[in-house]
Protein backbone atom coordinates (compact mmCIF):
# COMPACT_ATOMS: atom_id res chain seq x y z
CA UNK A 1 0.00 0.00 0.00
CA UNK A 2 1.30 3.61 -0.89
CA UNK A 3 -0.81 4.83 1.70
CA UNK A 4 -0.36 4.97 5.51
CA UNK A 5 -0.92 1.36 7.24
CA UNK A 6 -3.37 3.20 9.89
CA UNK A 7 -5.08 5.75 7.81
CA UNK A 8 -8.98 4.92 8.09
CA UNK A 9 -11.94 6.22 5.93
CA UNK A 10 -15.19 6.87 8.49
CA UNK A 11 -18.28 7.58 6.05
CA UNK A 12 -20.94 8.10 9.24
CA UNK A 13 -23.66 11.26 8.26
CA UNK A 14 -24.48 11.25 12.75
CA UNK A 15 -22.08 14.24 13.77
CA UNK A 16 -21.70 12.85 17.45
CA UNK A 17 -21.60 9.29 16.39
CA UNK A 18 -19.00 10.04 13.68
CA UNK A 19 -16.75 12.35 16.27
CA UNK A 20 -16.97 9.86 18.72
CA UNK A 21 -16.05 6.88 15.99
CA UNK A 22 -13.10 9.17 14.99
CA UNK A 23 -11.84 10.25 18.99
CA UNK A 24 -12.01 6.39 19.57
CA UNK A 25 -10.04 5.26 16.53
CA UNK A 26 -7.17 8.35 17.04
CA UNK A 27 -7.14 7.20 20.20
CA UNK A 28 -5.92 3.58 19.09
CA UNK A 29 -3.47 4.95 16.43
CA UNK A 30 -5.28 5.43 13.65
CA UNK A 31 -5.62 8.83 11.12
CA UNK A 32 -8.96 9.15 10.58
CA UNK A 33 -10.43 11.21 7.58
CA UNK A 34 -14.52 11.60 8.48
CA UNK A 35 -17.53 11.77 5.58
CA UNK A 36 -20.80 12.83 6.52
CA UNK A 37 -22.31 12.22 3.62
CA UNK A 38 -22.60 9.16 0.95
CA UNK A 39 -21.18 11.55 -1.92
CA UNK A 40 -18.34 12.44 0.44
CA UNK A 41 -17.60 9.11 1.21
CA UNK A 42 -17.27 8.31 -2.10
CA UNK A 43 -15.44 10.75 -3.45
CA UNK A 44 -12.79 10.04 -0.52
CA UNK A 45 -12.71 6.58 -1.46
CA UNK A 46 -12.08 7.42 -4.91
CA UNK A 47 -9.53 10.06 -4.19
CA UNK A 48 -7.58 8.53 -1.49
CA UNK A 49 -6.13 5.30 -0.07
CA UNK A 50 -7.22 4.00 2.54
CA UNK A 51 -6.06 0.69 5.13
CA UNK A 52 -9.59 0.35 5.93
CA UNK A 53 -13.01 2.54 5.39
CA UNK A 54 -16.14 2.12 8.06
CA UNK A 55 -19.06 2.73 6.18
CA UNK A 56 -22.50 3.12 7.90
CA UNK A 57 -25.29 1.50 6.14
CA UNK A 58 -28.00 4.52 5.61
CA UNK A 59 -26.70 7.93 4.48
CA UNK A 60 -27.64 10.69 2.61
CA UNK A 61 -27.26 11.27 -1.29
CA UNK A 62 -25.54 7.50 -2.24
CA UNK A 63 -26.08 4.85 0.85
CA UNK A 64 -22.78 2.30 1.93
CA UNK A 65 -23.98 -0.43 -0.03
CA UNK A 66 -23.88 1.73 -3.28
CA UNK A 67 -20.94 3.69 -2.37
CA UNK A 68 -19.03 -0.20 -1.68
CA UNK A 69 -20.48 -1.60 -5.01
CA UNK A 70 -19.12 1.57 -6.61
CA UNK A 71 -15.73 1.91 -5.30
CA UNK A 72 -15.52 -2.24 -6.30
CA UNK A 73 -16.77 -1.29 -10.09
CA UNK A 74 -13.79 0.92 -9.87
CA UNK A 75 -10.94 -1.26 -8.89
CA UNK A 76 -10.60 -0.49 -5.51
CA UNK A 77 -10.54 -3.47 -3.21
CA UNK A 78 -9.77 -1.70 0.34
CA UNK A 79 -11.52 -3.79 3.03
CA UNK A 80 -14.94 -2.08 4.08
CA UNK A 81 -16.87 -2.59 7.51
CA UNK A 82 -20.50 -1.48 7.29
CA UNK A 83 -21.81 -0.78 10.38
CA UNK A 84 -25.71 -0.59 10.58
CA UNK A 85 -28.48 -1.03 12.76
CA UNK A 86 -29.96 -3.12 9.84
CA UNK A 87 -29.24 -6.59 11.37
CA UNK A 88 -31.36 -8.94 9.42
CA UNK A 89 -29.89 -11.96 7.71
CA UNK A 90 -30.97 -10.29 4.21
CA UNK A 91 -29.57 -6.78 5.33
CA UNK A 92 -26.07 -8.67 5.75
CA UNK A 93 -26.10 -10.91 2.81
CA UNK A 94 -26.34 -7.62 0.51
CA UNK A 95 -24.15 -5.89 2.45
CA UNK A 96 -21.50 -8.69 2.00
CA UNK A 97 -22.44 -9.45 -1.72
CA UNK A 98 -22.15 -6.01 -2.76
CA UNK A 99 -18.03 -6.07 -1.79
CA UNK A 100 -18.70 -5.23 2.04
CA UNK A 101 -15.99 -7.37 4.27
CA UNK A 102 -17.68 -7.30 7.41
CA UNK A 103 -20.51 -6.31 9.02
CA UNK A 104 -21.57 -4.99 12.43
CA UNK A 105 -24.49 -4.04 13.52
CA UNK A 106 -25.84 -1.50 15.75
CA UNK A 107 -25.47 -0.77 18.95
CA UNK A 108 -21.89 -2.48 19.12
CA UNK A 109 -19.15 -2.34 22.21
CA UNK A 110 -15.70 -0.55 21.13
CA UNK A 111 -14.15 -3.48 21.67
CA UNK A 112 -15.58 -5.14 19.06
CA UNK A 113 -14.96 -3.01 16.43
CA UNK A 114 -11.61 -2.20 16.95
CA UNK A 115 -10.83 -5.64 17.04
CA UNK A 116 -12.54 -5.68 13.55
CA UNK A 117 -10.57 -3.19 12.51
CA UNK A 118 -7.77 -4.43 13.37
CA UNK A 119 -8.89 -7.86 11.43
CA UNK A 120 -9.38 -5.59 8.35
CA UNK A 121 -6.06 -4.23 8.82
CA UNK A 122 -4.27 -7.05 8.67
CA UNK A 123 -5.70 -8.01 5.64
CA UNK A 124 -5.13 -5.13 3.84
CA UNK A 125 -1.68 -5.00 4.40
CA UNK A 126 -0.41 -8.41 3.78
CA UNK A 127 -3.13 -9.85 1.08
CA UNK A 128 -1.69 -8.50 -2.37
CA UNK A 129 -5.22 -7.54 -4.11
CA UNK A 130 -5.74 -8.46 -7.35
CA UNK A 131 -6.38 -6.07 -10.59
CA UNK A 132 -6.16 -8.44 -13.63
CA UNK A 133 -7.42 -11.66 -13.26
CA UNK A 134 -7.37 -14.23 -16.40
CA UNK A 135 -8.65 -17.15 -17.56
CA UNK A 136 -6.44 -18.72 -20.96
CA UNK A 137 -5.71 -15.86 -23.46
CA UNK A 138 -8.36 -13.34 -21.73
CA UNK A 139 -7.05 -10.78 -19.09
CA UNK A 140 -9.36 -8.31 -17.17
CA UNK A 141 -7.71 -5.42 -16.15
CA UNK A 142 -10.09 -4.21 -13.18
CA UNK A 143 -8.61 -0.71 -12.69
CA UNK A 144 -8.53 0.55 -16.14
CA UNK A 145 -11.81 -1.82 -16.53
CA UNK A 146 -10.10 -2.96 -19.92
CA UNK A 147 -10.66 -6.67 -21.56
CA UNK A 148 -7.51 -8.12 -23.79
CA UNK A 149 -7.97 -11.65 -25.85
CA UNK A 150 -4.51 -12.53 -27.23
CA UNK A 151 -3.77 -9.23 -28.76
CA UNK A 152 -6.94 -7.99 -29.62
CA UNK A 153 -8.68 -5.19 -27.37
CA UNK A 154 -12.34 -5.88 -26.19
CA UNK A 155 -14.57 -3.16 -25.53
CA UNK A 156 -17.38 -3.90 -23.12
CA UNK A 157 -19.99 -1.60 -21.72
CA UNK A 158 -19.97 -1.84 -17.70
CA UNK A 159 -22.81 -4.30 -17.54
CA UNK A 160 -21.18 -6.45 -19.62
CA UNK A 161 -17.95 -6.16 -18.16
CA UNK A 162 -19.58 -6.97 -14.54
CA UNK A 163 -20.82 -10.02 -16.06
CA UNK A 164 -17.62 -10.98 -17.42
CA UNK A 165 -16.09 -10.46 -14.11
CA UNK A 166 -18.23 -12.55 -12.12
CA UNK A 167 -17.71 -15.78 -14.49
CA UNK A 168 -14.31 -15.13 -14.63
CA UNK A 169 -14.02 -14.78 -10.58
CA UNK A 170 -15.60 -18.14 -10.84
CA UNK A 171 -13.77 -19.50 -13.00
CA UNK A 172 -14.09 -23.65 -14.05
CA UNK A 173 -17.25 -23.84 -11.81
CA UNK A 174 -20.85 -23.10 -12.84
CA UNK A 175 -22.59 -20.02 -12.35
CA UNK A 176 -26.30 -20.22 -12.65
CA UNK A 177 -28.55 -17.58 -13.60
CA UNK A 178 -30.08 -16.80 -10.69
CA UNK A 179 -26.60 -15.96 -9.05
CA UNK A 180 -25.83 -13.54 -12.23
CA UNK A 181 -29.05 -11.91 -11.56
CA UNK A 182 -28.53 -11.19 -7.98
CA UNK A 183 -24.85 -10.52 -8.09
CA UNK A 184 -24.68 -8.16 -11.07
CA UNK A 185 -28.08 -7.07 -11.34
CA UNK A 186 -28.85 -7.36 -7.46
CA UNK A 187 -32.60 -8.83 -7.98
CA UNK A 188 -34.02 -11.93 -6.95
CA UNK A 189 -34.28 -14.77 -9.50
CA UNK A 190 -37.77 -14.12 -11.89
CA UNK A 191 -37.94 -16.74 -14.42
CA UNK A 192 -39.33 -14.55 -16.69
CA UNK A 193 -36.43 -12.27 -17.22
CA UNK A 194 -34.02 -13.16 -19.98
CA UNK A 195 -31.37 -10.27 -18.93
CA UNK A 196 -28.63 -12.36 -18.06
CA UNK A 197 -29.24 -14.89 -21.45
CA UNK A 198 -29.04 -11.85 -23.21
CA UNK A 199 -25.68 -10.02 -21.62
CA UNK A 200 -23.92 -12.95 -21.35
CA UNK A 201 -25.03 -13.70 -25.45
CA UNK A 202 -23.13 -10.16 -26.00
CA UNK A 203 -20.39 -10.88 -24.21
CA UNK A 204 -19.66 -14.23 -25.64
CA UNK A 205 -19.54 -12.78 -28.84
CA UNK A 206 -17.22 -10.48 -28.15
CA UNK A 207 -15.30 -12.66 -26.34
CA UNK A 208 -15.16 -16.17 -28.41
CA UNK A 209 -16.29 -13.97 -31.62
CA UNK A 210 -14.29 -15.86 -34.75
CA UNK A 211 -11.91 -17.99 -31.70
CA UNK A 212 -11.00 -21.67 -32.02
CA UNK A 213 -11.59 -22.12 -28.51
CA UNK A 214 -14.48 -20.69 -26.69
CA UNK A 215 -14.09 -19.71 -23.30
CA UNK A 216 -18.11 -19.30 -21.90
CA UNK A 217 -20.15 -22.38 -21.96
CA UNK A 218 -23.73 -22.84 -21.07
CA UNK A 219 -24.61 -25.70 -18.84
CA UNK A 220 -28.45 -26.27 -20.09
CA UNK A 221 -30.78 -25.83 -17.49
CA UNK A 222 -28.64 -24.57 -15.05
CA UNK A 223 -26.62 -21.16 -15.90
CA UNK A 224 -22.82 -20.61 -17.60
CA UNK A 225 -19.17 -21.38 -16.82
CA UNK A 226 -15.94 -19.69 -18.13
CA UNK A 227 -13.00 -22.21 -18.62
CA UNK A 228 -9.62 -22.20 -19.99
CA UNK A 229 -9.60 -24.27 -22.95
CA UNK A 230 -8.21 -28.03 -22.63
CA UNK A 231 -5.45 -27.61 -25.50
CA UNK A 232 -3.13 -30.84 -26.30
Known amino acids: MRG ?13 TGKQLVESLA ?3 YQVDLAVSGNEGLSRGLASEYAVMMIDRMLPGIDGVAIIRR ?14 ALGEVDDRVRGLRAGGD ?3 VKPFALAELLARMEALVRRSTTVVKETVLRVGDLTLDLISRTVTRGDRDIELLPREFQVLEYLVRNEGHVVPRAMLLQHVWDLHFDPA ?5 VYVGRVRRKID ?10 VRGVGFCIRAPDIR
Open 102 to 104: DYL
Open 209 to 218: SQQTHPLIHT
Open 71 to 84: LREAGIATPALIIS
Open 4 to 16: SPRRVLVIEDDLE
Open 193 to 197: TNAVD
Open 27 to 29: ANG
